[in-house]
């Protein structure tokens, strides 16, 4: 009777443990946070040395949460991989001298871990003169003196839309040079109407993508509407040609897709053509310290994102914008 007796208790212990297991199962929150990773660029100041960054001393925050951070990794040796997209529009404000030897330079310059395509912003869309190759003289080849006006019609931002759709995903970086007058005649805005459709669709398209857009403003704005904050009376203005109010807001929403990817803008300060030389040499170094940076994201969808550093003198470019996935739970 006692054997029996003992094995009755062992019963109803192991029913109450399975139970047990079971409501603490049904009852504990399933973990909602998701692996994220995306590309940062560092910038250091006044001797700033970037090589002491590390993810203990980088904050992340998504939404209005901190997010933990579970790696940073240097964007070289064998992570250094990129496919790097040099896009054009067929404007004429791009001349055949200098500017295109200097986009020809940079490209024959990078190092032979980055793949570089060459496509025009042509009416039909994208035109790629060349795939992503790791031959950098013929993409240099490829780039050519624009055709004048046959662009005309054509949304830059529709273009670099539908360049995203044809770029197939990739485990290396992937970025995009983008240069225009940053001008869309599809969208009749005006200078006070900084909102265009088009444009905000491509950029969420590119967060969404992880993809880094760089822009050179080529369109010849008025030298004392470039700058809203140091305001010239058009009477100072001494320059012969002023150029078209439509440059203005070309060079906002260039701005804008640059800003808000994590790139870089950069545009004419007078209405002489001039090299591209130092815009490109600083994307360059931009490229060459960029790092990988992973944490645990807790909000699906598109999520506002912030990375800063502690180390003194010492800033963090990233896209303002977070694409995170449902987690599993």
Same mark, same amino acid.
């Given at each position: ?180 007058? &940053? ?6 805005? $005006? ?5 265009? /459709? =088009? *444009?905000?669709? %491509?950029? !969420? ?57 994590? &790139? ?6 007078? $209405? ?5 030389? /130092? =815009? *490109?040499?600083? %994307?360059? !170094? ?44």
């Amino acid at each position: 009777m006692k054997k029996a007796s003992n094995l009755q208790m062992l019963i109803v212990l192991a029913v109450l443990t399975v139970a047990w297991i079971q409501a603490g199962a049904q009852t504990a929150p399933a973990s909602t946070e998701v692996p994220v990773s995306l590309v940062l660029t560092l910038q250091g100041h006044h001797g700033a040395d970037l090589s002491g960054v590390n993810s203990g001393n980088l904050i992340v925050t998504e939404g209005r949460e901190s997010a933990k951070i579970t790696n940073l990794q240097p964007l070289q040796g064998e992570r250094a991989g990129l496919e790097l997209f040099i896009m054009m529009d067929n404007a004429r404000e791009i001349s055949n001298g200098t500017q295109i030897e200097d986009i020809r330079h940079f490209i024959l310059t990078q190092p032979a871990t980055t793949k570089i395509g060459v496509a025009y912003m042509d009416m039909q869309g994208p035109r790629i003169a060349q795939d992503l190759t790791a031959d950098h003289t013929l993409a240099a080849q490829a780039v050519i003196t624009p055709l004048a006006n046959l662009a005309n019609g054509q949304s830059p931002y529709t273009a670099l839309s539908q360049l995203i759709d044809k770029w197939p995903a990739s485990n290396d970086r992937r970025e995009v040079v983008m240069i225009s007058t &940053g001008e869309d005649a599809t969208f009749g805005g $005006s200078v006070s109407d900084k909102m265009n /459709p =088009y *444009l905000d669709a %491509v950029i !969420e398209k590119a967060q969404r993508a992880g993809i880094v857009v760089f822009t050179i403003a080529t369109g010849r704005e008025p030298l004392h509407l470039q700058d809203e904050h140091q305001f010239i009376p058009p009477t100072q203005n001494t320059l012969a040609t002023v150029g078209p109010t439509g440059a203005v807001l070309g060079r906002i929403y260039l701005a804008q897709i640059a800003e808000g990817t994590g &790139g870089k803008l950069y545009y004419y300060r007078s $209405s002489a053509p001039i090299s591209f030389a /130092p =815009y *490109l040499r600083d %994307v360059s !170094e931009r490229l060459a310290n960029q790092y990988l940076v992973s944490f645990l994201a807790k909000k699906p969808g598109l999520e506002s994102l912030k990375v800063k550093s502690k180390v003194p003198h010492i800033d963090v470019v990233t896209a303002k914008k977070v694409y995170v996935p449902a987690g599993k739970g």
